[in-house]
């Protein structure tokens, strides 16, 4: 840790004190393992840090994990005086499972399994002993193991994950396998042994090198598992929000919806919460933004902040997607499909009208059947006839990922950034958003000269006779667009 300060003592957090059976716990376990040395009436080392301990809340009811807050006193800290290139770590996600899943095929099997106590089986060299003290009930200790608490330690653990993962990789050939810190991953297709081979080859090796394993979190051989907090299911071709996830998202939601004002721990906690929904919910991720804004410049966990109109919509449209579609995600393949693929076409006439065109489907009409919509600026009129040709066609184009193909470089910006100061234009990135969650829809915009929109160009035009001459397939008459779609 390469770190030498002044000699200092620090009281434990409040959250220590108040679960001293805990704190006990963990110093008894530590003891009998080797991986804490005490107690001592006076300070081991000269010098000797010692850091708080707390107890944090586990995500199963009942558990708590002690912390050995390394990141105590801000500024001058042993974290601080760690330095950021060894803190920085890359782990797999749940993008890296749905694209083994893909690889692997619908009725894939999976296995996971988890090493036990993580960090603790890591041992500190003993130079940094005088750098992991606390003090507990008058006497001293000092951790002689990765401590829970130290910026360094994901890193440092990371690198041993990752060791496995190449022996598995390399020299037995396990060809389906990802890994995040301790969970580990394995996968292969149906009706083969190679997912079970691979968990009892992983097994044994970590027997051999004295890695202990928690056997209540090893899963044999299945299509339906539990990995990184999300439900995957290899039949469905599905990923899910766990339901208790659910429920308690749901729960904070509507706590949350309909106040004016939250406490700024209620809403880092909800924010938490959606964002872990954000692996699934991807496009939800620009409407987690104005939450997160207004927690910044804000340390006062008790401190009420107003809820102004806009945060309140952002969660009215996860209330509205959580309760209806119940966090389920279809898993994608790897092709972006552009709309030109897709055949659809989309155009805005300034001053005339609108159309867009699926396949043999298109309709074009005229702003002034849209209220309020005909003195709008041109961005919000090329976005228009997006969003309701999604609204409309959503079904048709449901489990893809859509490149929007436009000639308004303002709109390609705002579709891509899902954000944007005008406000109709962000009430119509609104209602993309939620409706390409509605029908599993993954989009983004790419920019292209306005002459390779001909077709829509015409009927945007009301030039009839030069659209279905360019365009024989197309239907005779128009798709009905339904009425509630022609607002803004």
């Known amino acids: 840790m390469c770190w030498d300060p002044r000699h200092k003592i620090i009281k434990n957090h409040r959250s220590a004190e108040q679960h001293p059976e805990i704190i006990n716990d963990f110093i008894s376990k530590g003891k009998i393992e080797g991986r804490i040395a005490g107690p001592f009436l006076s300070p081991p080392f000269e010098p000797f840090i010692t850091s708080p301990l707390g107890v944090v809340p586990k995500s199963e009811e009942g558990k708590f994990r002690v912390i050995h807050d390394l990141s105590f006193p801000k500024n001058n800290s042993v974290n601080s005086r760690i330095p950021p290139e060894n803190s920085q770590v890359t782990y797999d996600s749940i993008d890296t499972i749905t694209m083994l899943v893909q690889q692997f095929g619908e009725g894939a099997l999976m296995s996971k399994t988890d090493i036990q106590d993580a960090f603790r089986i890591i041992p500190i060299h003993f130079n940094d002993h005088k750098l992991l003290g606390f003090s507990w009930e008058g006497s001293y200790y000092y951790d002689k193991c990765l401590p829970m608490g130290a910026s360094s330690s994901c890193q440092i653990f990371e690198s041993l994950s990752t060791s496995l993962q190449w022996v598995m990789c390399k020299k037995f050939q396990a060809s389906g396998m990802s890994h995040m810190l301790d969970d580990f991953f394995f996968i292969g297709p149906k009706d083969s042994p190679s997912c079970q081979i691979a968990l009892e080859k992983f097994l044994d090796i970590c027997a051999e090198a004295g890695i202990p394993i928690k056997h209540e979190k090893t899963y044999q051989p299945s299509t339906l598992i539990t990995i990184y907090g999300i439900e995957v299911d290899s039949v469905a071709l599905q990923c899910r929000l766990p339901e208790p996830k659910l429920v308690k998202i749901k729960a904070q939601l509507e706590f949350a919806k309909n106040r004016k004002k939250i406490t700024l721990r209620d809403l880092q906690s909800l924010i938490g919460l959606l964002n872990y929904a954000c692996l699934l919910v991807v496009p939800g991720r620009a409407f987690l933004r104005r939450l997160i804004d207004l927690t910044c410049g804000i340390s006062c966990p008790s401190h009420y902040i107003r809820l102004n109109r806009e945060v309140r919509a952002d969660l009215h449209m996860w209330s509205h997607f959580i309760n209806n579609y119940n966090g389920k995600s279809v898993i994608l393949g790897d092709t972006w499909l552009s709309s030109d693929k897709a055949l659809l076409f989309t155009d805005a006439s300034g001053s005339l009208g609108f ?68 406000k109709t234009l962000m009430h119509l990135i609104r209602r993309l958003v939620l409706t390409s969650l509605s029908y599993n829809i993954l989009f983004k915009a790419k920019h292209i000269p306005g002459k390779s929109n001909v077709l829509a160009d015409h009927l945007s035009r009301f030039n009839f006779q030069a659209a279905f001459q360019i365009a024989p397939h197309l239907n005779q008459h128009q798709a009905l667009v339904p009425r509630e779609f022609l607002t803004i």
Do not use: R, Y
């Not at 969003?387 to 929007?404: C, D, S």
């Open 355 to 422: 159309a867009a065109v699926l396949g043999t489907e298109w309709f074009a009409l005229s702003w002034d059947i849209v209220p309020g919509l005909a003195d709008k600026q041109i961005a919000i009129k090329e976005l228009f006839p997006i969003v309701v040709a999604l609204e409309l066609w959503g079904t048709q184009l449901q489990n893809q990922k859509i490149l929007f193909m436009s000639d308004n470089a303002a709109i390609v910006h705002a579709i891509n950034k899902q954000t944007c100061k005008e």
